[in-house]
Every structure is written in C-alpha cells, then in structure tokens.
T-cell receptor, first 115, second 117 residues
C-alpha cells in the first residue's frame, strides 16, 4: 500500500521569501504520480503541480516547483516569492497509475505567510 | 478548463433526514468521480469511487447503504447521505478525472459543508 508523509504541521514564511514544504512517499509500484494541492480556508482544493514517476525534469508551474528526488522518495514543493494569498493548507498526494486512480493524501502542512 | 461544481455549498438538516449533494464537471466529461470526506483539521479521506454507468466502489468502513452514489452521466455524480446523524457532519468534496486527459490529475469541486442537528 502507498503512503504519503508530510512532517511539517505548520510553516511560517515572510512575504517574498521562498519556502519548501516537505513530502515523502512510499510505494513499491514503479509507476505513480505525485500532486500538490492548496486548500484555502474556503475549503476548495486547488491543483498546483504534478510530477510523474518517469518524468526526467522537475515539474514547474509559475512560482511553484517540485523538487523530485526519486531515490529518496521525496517530492518537496517549493514556493518562490511567497505572497499573503499563499497562506493555506497544502496537501501532497500520490496516485498509482493503473491503480484505480485513487489519490492518497498526506496530513497536510498549514502555511502562513507573514508581512 | 477543468471546472467542477458542487451543490449545495452548505446544508443544515435535522437528524434523520436525507441530503443529496451534486457534483458536476462543467467543461469536460468525467468517466470517474471520487467522493471524499474531510473532518476539521484533517486530511481528505476517500469514501468511494464513482464510475459512469456502474456501481460505485466504496472504501473499507464506508457504509454503501448510508452513502448512496449515483453517477448517471459523464458530467454528474450525486452523493445522498441517508438518515443523516450529527456524526455525519463534515465537509464533503468531490473530484473528477477528465476522460480525455493523459495526466492523472483530479479536479476538485468547492465542497459541501454538512451540519446535521
């Protein structure tokens, strides 16, 4: 069975600084996908970035980049130039390709961006 | 693209009543939709997987007779909480996987907050 671990319940960062949110995963399946979602206080889940297990390059989407280290089974999210609107809960998730498309979520990291 | 809506966004009901929540993919066809439940300050827990035209697949511990799922079309799935009780109060959120997209991304609806009195 797959497992996602987020060890940081909460993180604080100053506006305009970069922040890294940690995520490690465990699976014996060679084919999988990793996601990061943002959940503001309104509750909606906003898709941020995706990394496939066979992707050679680290995924980037605007200010978001995913530091994918396959051997270490980590998929940390890096947010550059933090903004006040980035304050939210962030979830790392994994899907096994061909495994019923079920997403397994980590416990989340609450990010607070301060002035 | 990839917009998913949910209705209602909030509902308050009396114990013993049934509540229906709709999940729609607005600009794409979704062969598969997923229903999650999230308690305060916790992660999302998958309840069931809904496939168009077939019975839903429930996760272990989820009562299929209590949480009825109907995926009648490629753009609509409904979750009915039957005979709701206070312990069913939670945030229910659906997601949809696009039919024609290679990537495995699931797009989430805005969620429904259910409060059972």
């Amino acid at each position: 069975a797959q497992k996602i671990t987020q060890t940081q319940p909460g993180m604080f960062v100053q506006e305009k600084e970069a922040v890294t949110l940690d995520c490690t995963y465990d699976t014996s399946d060679p084919s999988y996908g990793l996601f990061w979602y943002k959940q503001p206080s309104s509750g909606e889940m906003i898709f941020l970035i995706y990394q496939g297990s066979y992707d050679q390059q680290n995924a980037t989407e605007g200010r978001y980049s995913l530091n994918f280290q396959k051997a270490r089974k980590s998929a940390n999210l890096v947010i550059s130039a933090s903004q006040l609107g980035d304050s939210a809960m962030y979830f790392c998730a994994m899907i096994l390709t061909g495994g019923g498309n079920k997403l397994t979520f980590g416990t989340g990291t609450q990010l607070k961006v301060e002035l | 693209g990839a917009v998913v809506s949910q209705h209602p966004s909030r509902v308050i009901c009396k114990s013993g009543t049934s509540v229906k929540i709709e999940c729609r993919s607005l600009d794409f066809q979704a062969t598969t939709m997923f229903w999650y439940r999230q308690f305060p300050k916790q992660s999302l827990m998958l309840m069931a997987t809904s496939n168009e035209g077939s019975k839903a697949t429930y996760e272990q511990g989820v009562e299929k007779d209590k949480f009825l799922i109907n995926h009648a079309s490629l753009t609509l799935s409904t979750l009915t909480v039957t005979s709701a009780h206070p312990e069913d109060s939670s945030f229910y959120i659906c997601s949809a996987r696009a039919r024609d997209r290679v990537q495995e991304t699931q797009y989430f609806g805005p969620g429904t907050r259910l409060l059972v009195l």
